[in-house]
């Protein structure tokens, strides 16, 4: 099971008719229609990602739609909370790749999965070297492109 934490970037590059999100838009596309079709694939997400989801996504783009297909197929879970003691240490982790609570949120659910992926686009936030501090939660933060050829392990 590829249980993928999805970040907000990545719908609006899909739902986007925007071309200066070139590759990104393709990219997206394509993870997302695979997560949507194929078996193994899941979403997930807490209350503070689903609400962002809606507030970003207009009625009428694709990732609304994909959203509401993918909750409606069962393809979406909800990550309970963090306990206490793994709250201190993902925070601490996130304080030191110098991330933000918008991203934060993101870093929280991914390491609740089973395979800890955070898919993005963003660049300025998640630097190279924000990715290495956050391999010690463990969650990886990945492209689209990368996403869509995981293991099948994992």
């Not at 590829?2 to 990545?10: A, H, K, N, Y």
């Not at 197929?73 to 003691?85: D, Q, T």
Request: with cysteine; net charge positive.
């Amino acid at each position: 099971m590829r249980d993928l934490t999805v970040d907000i970037c990545v719908l609006i590059a899909a739902s986007g008719p925007h071309t200066h999100y070139g590759t990104q838009k393709t990219d997206s596309l394509q993870l997302l229609t695979a997560m949507e079709r194929e078996d193994g694939w899941s979403l997930a997400y807490d209350p503070r990602i689903a609400s962002q989801y809606t507030a970003s996504l207009g009625h009428g783009q694709f990732g609304h739609h994909w959203l509401a297909h993918m909750l409606a197929a069962k393809k979406a879970f909800r990550v309970p909370p963090l306990a206490r003691h793994r709250k201190r240490q993902v925070h601490a982790t996130l304080r030191c790749a110098k991330l933000n609570d918008e991203d934060g949120k993101y870093v929280e659910v991914a390491s609740q999965t089973r395979c800890n992926r955070l898919v993005t686009h963003d660049k300025h936030s998640f630097t190279s070297s924000a990715c290495q501090v956050l391999r010690a939660i463990p969650v990886y933060v990945v492209s689209c492109a990368n996403a869509c050829r995981l293991p099948e392990d994992l």
